[in-house]
């Protein structure tokens, strides 16, 4: 596993096969080590495909991430979506969700593309929106993703139909993973990618005793540093996903 000439930092996430911060990272002397914390599991597709078919009854639609736009694409199960939705209000979180729901669903357009976090978004539709309000707005949703934007728009006085659609269970290799990966004398850096790394990285810290003294925890987004907060881990810095220049900044200070 890795270079030993260059110091091993901790992802935990799922690697890409064009992974920037897997080149990133290399050409500044670190060697990434890929985690994946967890795996994902869909569900109620069945009620998610119903209120797909009804776009009449809603103001539009919210895609909070990609496995969002992937759940809607299970749900339909091949079947194109309803052309009735295209001119309603329909939203995605950041670039990555937005070219995700353009190309699962025949160039749907979507507002959001430059938003980084729940708030910006929020923001967004509470800009573009107008002040009409009476139908819901649809937002399948996974366990723990998308709760704040949710509370957000209803403090605004939107109506949100949160369907939960799929949920992040620790992966089956997680802790053997870690346990190797851990024994890697120089191994001082963790970098967190989202609530279910802090979860899944928890129950392994209790069950092995894992020491974090002396050890750098960086949380990646605003929504991981929650996650690390309710569950007493202390975040040493807090970078946004696609600064990954200020992530190797604050891992060789």
Known sequence: MGDRNKRPVILLKVPSSDDFYASAFRKS?????FIAPSHFVFKNLKQLQA????????AGIIFAAPRCVQAVSEALDKTPLPSCWRPLHNYSLGKNTHSS????????PTMGDHAVNANNLCDLIVETFGPKRD?????PCGNGVGQTLRLRLVAQGFRVDA????????????????????????ME?????GPSSVRSSLEF?????????DRKL???GSGTRKAMEESGLQADAVVDAADVDHLIKIIKT
């Open 101 to 108: 729901a353009w190309f699962a669903f025949q160039n749907l």
């Open 29 to 33: 002397n670190l060697d990434p080590i």
């Open 135 to 139: 139908l819901p707005l649809l937002m």
């Open 163 to 186: 369907c939960e659609v799929y949920e992040s269970r620790s992966h089956p290799e997680f802790v053997n993973q870690m346990r190797h990966a851990l024994k890697f004398k120089r």
């Open 218 to 220: 960086i949380a990646v």
């Open 51 to 58: 209120k797909l078919m009804e776009p009449h009854k809603y």
């Open 205 to 213: 810290f209790e069950n092995y005793n894992v020491s974090l003294k």
């Open 189 to 193: 850096t963790i970098v967190f990618f």
